[in-house]
């Protein structure tokens, strides 16, 4: 049986980070060095203030640090003292050459596996945590299989698959109570020893019947069909709130109705502004290359339509704004209330915040963003790198009092679902705007009669104009 005993992980971002923070903390005997070239991530890890905002990730971390959990930019002696290596490394959409838009950009995580194939002395477990294709295994295995037979010093390599689901601002408590943790190996006796050794790691603290082993390519392939039927899942809602809108239905009442059935579930039917994230417009546009790849382009059609709805509604809520505006916001400062791409984060990857942001700025609108976790800086680069630095400077102004942006504003838009929206006076910030004051909720947040009841004229995702819900829809 092989026993792991020090574990280095590669990548020290918002899987690498909270993961080796409850290893270490729920297995005091285990080492946990994690690595990253970028040194003021690593010192920042190492410093009072974490680099990323994650609730009862700072506890966790200032348990453990200096004791068994480490962070360092050493990758190479890590490599060598490790038993276990993560890989949990980004894998962004590729920007460049075949599959531009589509395919996961694999150089990091390739790049992890040379590093590895050059330092690694003895046996070594390389585990995939970083979100790969199916069969991404088989190039790391190549890399180091090739070093294995140069090398004269007892090398010799196991690739495990172990996926990631852990949500962002819940991730530690999706890592301390996983709905299930998948490994996959190879069959041979070498492989599942080394799943054995992996399933022991969790075993400290994850019940046995939930930690699910599999073939290599079934484990990477889960990870991006489990991903890919989340995103269907707000899609699917996202496309019936549009109908909601034109109807009189409200897609509350729909999604409370239809998720009532058990098979279908209530969670994740939230209608929204659209899904954002590093995740899940990436890991639908990998399955879709994939079946591309496969030449199963009804498969690929199917996908895709994820995310050609996803656009659409942002799209589509950012036109709203703009009709329901008189059709011009040229000049009108708008509030928009929330940056992050879901609550209890500070993440902005891939935020429909931004996208509605560029919609508007195409506009000449003149934004006044709040965000309570997303710092200014953050803010800028996002929205410079979807449109420019000068338009940024022209139309973007950010705050860090939500009265302050408001003041003056002809409209608030939410595009973020914090709490602390719910708490605001919204009556208080209507007499300081601009009349007449419009409301977009695009996170279903307030109910239409509450926010009227103040004198805002109210668009919500998924709830029609009060007409509309008054005399029904008559074809
Ligand atoms: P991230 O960008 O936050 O962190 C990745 C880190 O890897 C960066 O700090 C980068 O500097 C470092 N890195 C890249 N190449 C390196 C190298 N050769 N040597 C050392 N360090 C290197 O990414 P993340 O959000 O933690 O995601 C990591 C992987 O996990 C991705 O494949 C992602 O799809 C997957 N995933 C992410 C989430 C999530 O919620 N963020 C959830 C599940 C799975
Ligand atoms: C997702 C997966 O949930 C997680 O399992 C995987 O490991 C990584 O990708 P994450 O992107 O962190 O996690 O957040 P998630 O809670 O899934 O939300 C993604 C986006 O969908 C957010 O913009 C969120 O606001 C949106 N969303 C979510 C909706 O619009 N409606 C919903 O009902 C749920």
């Known amino acids: 049986q092989t026993v792991v005993r020090r574990i280095t992980c590669v990548g020290a971002g918002y899987v690498g980070g909270p993961t080796c923070a409850m290893i270490a903390y729920k297995s005091p005997q285990i080492t946990v060095t994690v690595v990253d070239m970028n040194k003021e991530r690593i010192d920042a890890w190492n410093s009072d203030s974490l680099p990323i905002f994650e609730p009862g990730l700072e506890d966790v971390v200032m348990k453990c640090r200096g004791t068994n959990l480490f962070f360092s930019t050493d990758v190479p002696e890590a490599i060598r003292s490790a038993d276990l290596i993560f890989i949990s490394v980004n894998t962004p959409t590729k920007m460049y050459g075949k599959g531009a838009g589509m395919a996961p950009d694999l150089k990091y995580v390739e790049s992890v596996a040379r590093s590895i194939a050059e330092h690694a002395q003895g046996p070594k477990i390389v585990v995939e945590k970083s979100t790969v294709p199916v069969k991404a295994a088989e190039s790391i295995l190549s890399i180091l299989e090739d070093a294995q037979r140069r090398s004269n010093n007892n090398l010799t390599f196991q690739v495990l698959s172990n996926p990631e689901f852990l949500a962002e601002g819940t991730a530690m408590r999706d890592l301390a109570s996983p709905d299930r943790v998948l490994i996959g ?14 399933v022991n790691v969790y075993a400290s603290w994850v019940p046995r019947d939930r930690i699910l082993t599999t073939k290599t390519w079934s484990s990477e392939l889960s990870k991006l069909v489990a991903n890919a ?35 279908i579930g209530s969670n994740f039917l939230n209608a929204s502004v659209g899904f954002g994230g590093s995740c899940f ?30 656009n659409w509604q942002r799209r589509r809520f950012a036109d709203a704004i703009v009709s329901e505006l008189f059709n011009t916001v040229a000049g009108k400062k ?8 879901k609550k209890s984060t500070g993440d902005t990857r891939e935020s429909s915040a931004i996208h509605v942001s560029k919609h508007l700025m195409e506009e000449e609108a003149r934004l006044a963003v709040y965000d309570p976790a997303v710092t200014e800086k953050q803010m800028r680069q996002e929205l410079v790198m979807e449109t420019s630095e000068k338009s940024v400077n022209k139309l973007v102004t950010v705050f860090s009092d939500p009265y302050e942006a408001a003041k003056d504003a002809h409209a608030i838009v939410i595009l973020t679902e914090w709490e602390e929206f719910k708490t605001y006076d919204y009556a208080r910030m209507y007499n300081a705007m601009s009349h007449p004051a419009a409301f977009f909720d695009g996170r279903l ?6 926010i009227e009841a103040i004198g805002f004229h109210f668009f919500g995702i998924g709830s029609a104009p009060s007409h509309l819900s008054e005399v029904g829809y008559i074809l």
């Open 185 to 198: 190996g190879e069959d041979s006796e070498e492989g599942q020893r080394a799943v054995a050794a992996l």
């Open 229 to 263: 039927f989340l995103a269907q899942r707000i899609s699917s809602i996202n496309s019936v709130s549009a109908i909601c809108e034109a109807t009189g239905a409200d897609v509350r009442e729909v999604a409370k109705a239809v998720g009532c059935d058990e098979r």
């Open 281 to 310: 417009q990436k890991d639908v546009l990998s399955l879709v290359y994939l079946c591309e790849s496969l030449h199963l382009d009804k498969v690929a059609d199917y996908w895709n339509g994820v995310i050609t709805i996803n």
């Open 334 to 341: 708008i509030a928009i209330f929330g940056f992050a791409f």
């Open 445 to 450: 947040l307030f109910k239409r009669k509450d």
